[in-house]
């Protein structure tokens, strides 16, 4: 099997980004099947890569790895079994990994033909749209009405959480923990704001909602908020947990991991029946392994509603290869808003 000579940030310790990462030469096979390789132009950042550096993402390759999961480029190789007819094309691909290098293999039916939109709204279309895409319209569809409270609102794929809740005719409580977070969510669309830094977040939700309660809750947090997001929740109401960077805090190791564990407490199938309430875990590493075809098309409507101006992909930042540990740890700052990218 012929071997291409690429590039990539390994991630080959735990650490700061630029303890973690290193600039690596290394050698990449030919696509096979249905794969295709990718001549990557830019790749995206994700919480999760930070959770990876931390030791704490489980389901991040042993070391030394290639992390990521979106990239832009042009298709240069395909397997015997890909569409033929993508060769040379300008693509938004998932990767179950290895984003972080100059070249890419992925199968064919995760990517999406683009023409020449800006690379860094594409990539957040190929991971926080299609999140945001699959929680909102496919898994438990927003409906015009319901009240929905997204955390992380000012991120990747609470930005597009807003904008998907209110194209459906739903109200939005925007969480957030910084002050200049407030304006850029009301600009989304958001029809309230809670900053958890400046009053805690349930008891001001209870006060907007004057003694109704929510109908949906986007939360990548867990921890101490999945309580607070069940108790707010009302009849018919859904909890959607797609993340826990509340764990990506702690400093004490196993005893954080299990504090985290403890403010989530358990749940009973039958406590959650008696009360009509619904929790659903989302995780889309899972659906590309098990349900491809259910991310091709989450990964297309999103591209849809992009073209149709429905949505609005905010950029946090483009950083140039020379600035990627500049990328990370702004990421990891928490003060960001919006997607996050780098180019080669």
Known sequence: MNKINSQAFFLHKK?????????????????????????????GLNYA???????????????????????????????????????GKRVMAFCRFGG??????TNDFATVVVSDQPA??????????VTAYYMAIYLTPVHKGDKVLIHAAAGGVGSLLIQMAKSRGAIVIAKVGRKEKEEFVRNLGADYVVNYNDEEYKAKTLELLKGERIDVSFNPVAGSTYKKDFELMGSGGRLILFGASEISSGKWGIFSKLNFVRKMGLILPVGLMMRSKNVL?????????????????CLSESFKMYKDEIIKPQVGGAYEKDEFHKAHNAL?????????????
């Not at 860094?120 to 749209?129: H, K, P, V």
Request: glycine letters at 8%; charged letters at 20%.
């Open 332 to 344: 990891e700052s928490g003060k960001t808003t919006g997607k996050l990218s780098v180019n080669w």
């Open 120 to 129: 860094s709204e594409l990539l957040a279309l190929c991971t926080q749209a």
């Open 49 to 87: 890569d930070v959770m990876a550096r931390r030791g704490l993402y489980k389901e991040a390759p042993a070391f030394p790895c290639v992390v990521g999961y979106e990239v832009v480029g042009k298709i240069i190789q395909l397997g015997t079994e890909a569409d033929q007819s993508l060769l």
């Open 281 to 297: 875990g989302v995780n889309m590493l899972k659906i590309a392994d098990n349900r491809p075809n259910v991310l091709t098309f």
């Open 15 to 43: 650490g700061t980004s630029e303890e973690a990462f290193e600039l690596r030469d290394f050698q990449i096979n030919t696509p096979v099947n249905q794969e295709v390789l990718i001549e990557v132009e830019s790749f």
């Open 100 to 105: 972080y290098s100059k070249h890419v293999i």
